[in-house]
């Protein structure tokens, strides 16, 4: 079942912009994550959010949660090319937490 | 590289053959997970083991059979498919999977089509 759902689902950028991605959710949440994936490949873990936390930074990372909302952003800074993935969201729920239920996705294209 | 191997990368069958999906993890994580990536759909959870025991199946059809013989190992044997399992198969595992309270960590994925 979808939990997450991202958007847009699809994203253009320059190099150098910035980029931000948002992601709702339905039910109550232990933590959230952002994963990238560059195409057809695997999927790597960029950051994690509990549902006591408000906001992190990781490099030119930075994501917010809001839990009143069920609402989560990524923000990526002075994008680079190399930035080019898809970008899921995924969340644990408080109910059944043992696994991670991802959205649908933004793809993100940055133009050198 | 995330430690988590799945092989074959890629892999063609009849929908009358029978073939299996391996992934192989030596981080000393307890919980592992196979994840089905079709076109334009999100990432679906397949099953769940933890401590090599089976605690989800999500309404995953029996031609899907999901086997863990040791924390280490997960197979996906794959019986009668149609067309529309071809799609992106993905492994992942997990420190422990009580809570999921720490990051995932993906195997490259194995391509399947199913012709």
């Known amino acids: 079942s979808q939990q997450g759902e991202e958007d847009p689902q699809a994203l253009s950028i320059q190099e150098g912009e910035n980029a931000t991605m948002n992601c709702s959710y339905k039910?109550?949440?232990?933590?959230l994550q952002w994963y990238r994936q560059n195409s057809g490949r695997g999927l790597v873990h960029l950051i994690l959010?509990?549902?006591?936390?408000r906001e992190k930074h990781s490099g030119r990372l930075r994501v917010t949660l809001d839990t009143s909302k069920k609402s989560s952003s990524l923000l990526i800074t002075a994008s680079r090319a190399a930035d080019t993935a898809s970008y899921f969201c995924a969340t644990v729920s408080n109910q059944a937490g043992t696994a991670l239920i991802f959205g649908k996705g933004t793809t993100l294209s940055v133009s050198s | 590289e995330t430690g988590v191997t799945q092989t074959p990368r890629h892999l063609v069958m009849g929908m009358t053959n029978k073939k299996s999906l391996k992934c192989e993890q030596h981080?000393?994580?307890?919980?592992m997970y196979w994840y089905k990536q079709s076109a334009k759909k999100p990432l679906e959870l397949m099953f769940v083991y933890n401590f090599k025991e089976q605690t989800e199946n999500n309404s995953v059809p029996s031609r899907f059979s999901p086997e863990c013989p040791n924390s280490s190992h997960l197979f996906l044997h794959l019986h009668t498919l149609q067309p529309e399992d071809s799609a992106l198969y993905l492994c992942?595992?997990?420190?422990?999977?009580?809570?999921?309270?720490?990051?995932?960590?993906f195997g490259q994925g194995t391509r399947l089509t199913v012709v």
């Open positions: 981080l000393g994580h307890n919980a």
């Open positions: 992942a595992s997990s420190p422990q999977g009580n809570v999921m309270n720490t990051e995932a960590f």
């Open positions: 039910t109550s949440i232990n933590n």
């Open positions: 959010i509990r549902s006591n936390e």
